[in-house]
């Protein structure tokens, strides 16, 4: 099984602060066809997750371009660029080119 | 629009049979594939199984003994069905579009006697 490795664990930061997700896969995400299957979702309380970032770092319609998305192969990287109070929540690495999919979450808090 | 709606009950027996489904509109389940999720309470997501496009099917291996996913193309239903449910099978369970762009609101499924 493919293992996501997310970290921090926890992330406290001030509103207008800039931070940085990192996702770590144990194996290559780069598909067959090209493409690399890593997302990344934002999981408000008590709300299902939505899709931020797609293929690594396409925004997602609808979503701030203060959420960007770099990466390739095994390491990945959510950056928000100024944190917003509607941010808080816990984000999700998520990729579709192996199974499972999941990466442990990333709580994201206020200081 | 896409939607995606999960129903079924809310408690179920210890040692009995979990049956969701996942009421799609909006899409054919001949096009995508839907996915199914769950979440303990104050847990991360878990990922359970998918039925694809074309029918087939792939399980969560820690699920897959006890685990089924289904469909009907005709009232755009996904089933999901797992035996012998124990305590630690409460949670949350979502079903999402394949690409997790559509998911649905989750259904809350405690195992209690």
């Known amino acids: 099984d493919v293992v996501l490795t997310q970290t921090p664990p926890t992330l406290s930061a001030t509103i207008g602060q800039s931070v940085s997700i990192s996702c770590r896969s144990s194996?290559?995400?780069?598909?067959?066809?090209?493409?690399?299957?890593l997302n990344w979702l934002l999981q408000r309380p008590g709300q299902p997750p939505q899709l931020l970032i797609y293929?690594?770092?396409r925004l997602e319609s609808g979503v701030p371009n203060r959420f960007s998305g770099s990466g390739s192969g095994t390491d990945f990287t959510l950056k928000i660029s100024g944190v917003e109070a509607e941010d808080l929540g816990v984000y999700y690495c998520?990729?579709?080119?192996?199974?499972?999919?999941f990466g442990a979450g990333t709580k994201l808090e206020l200081k | 629009q896409v939607q995606l709606k999960e129903s079924g009950p809310g408690l179920v027996k210890p040692s009995l049979t979990l049956s969701l489904t996942c009421t799609v509109s909006?899409?054919?389940?001949?096009?995508?594939?839907v996915i199914w999720v769950r979440q303990p309470p104050g847990k991360g997501l878990e990922w359970m199984g998918v039925?694809?496009?074309?029918?087939?099917?792939n399980y969560n291996s820690a699920l897959k003994s006890r685990l089924s996913i289904s469909r009907d193309t005709s009232k755009s239903q996904v089933f999901l069905k797992m035996n012998n449910l124990q305590t630690e099978d409460t949670a949350m369970y979502f079903c999402?579009?394949?690409?997790?762009?559509?998911w649905g609101q989750g259904v809350m499924v405690t195992v209690s006697s």
């Open positions: 999402a579009r394949s690409g997790w762009r559509y």
């Open positions: 194996q290559s995400l780069l598909h067959s066809n090209g493409n690399t299957y």
């Open positions: 909006g899409f054919s389940l001949s096009s995508y594939g």
């Open positions: 039925i694809w496009g074309n029918g087939n099917t």
């Open positions: 998520v990729q579709s080119t192996h199974a499972p999919p």
């Open positions: 293929l690594v770092s």
